[in-house]
């Protein structure tokens, strides 16, 4: 598979990755905030191919590039999404 991903500061993860004709599929989950965010990851793997979802705990410094390949799905202490899953 050749995906290609683009770096950006923006922060509209619809029109930048649209952009790219090698990606396809949803780019948030807004239905995912309070489930389990391991489920979560499966589920936005499973619902867009060309994307790999990464759970992290509420304040875990993350990279601040802008990926067209990279969901982070954040978790509070009990485990379950805290903000709405997106591109990015």
Do not use: Y
């Amino acid at each position: 598979m050749n995906l290609k991903c683009f770096l950006s500061s923006s922060t509209d993860s619809g029109s930048l990755c649209d952009s790219n004709p090698n990606q396809s599929g949803k780019n948030s989950w807004p239905e995912l905030v309070g489930v389990n965010g391991e489920d979560a990851a499966k589920q936005i793997e499973k619902e867009n191919h060309f994307v790999k979802a990464f759970v992290i705990f509420e304040g875990t410094i993350v990279i601040m590039d802008f990926r067209c390949d990279m969901v982070w799905v954040w978790i509070n202490k009990h485990r379950v999404v805290s903000k709405v899953p997106q591109i990015g």
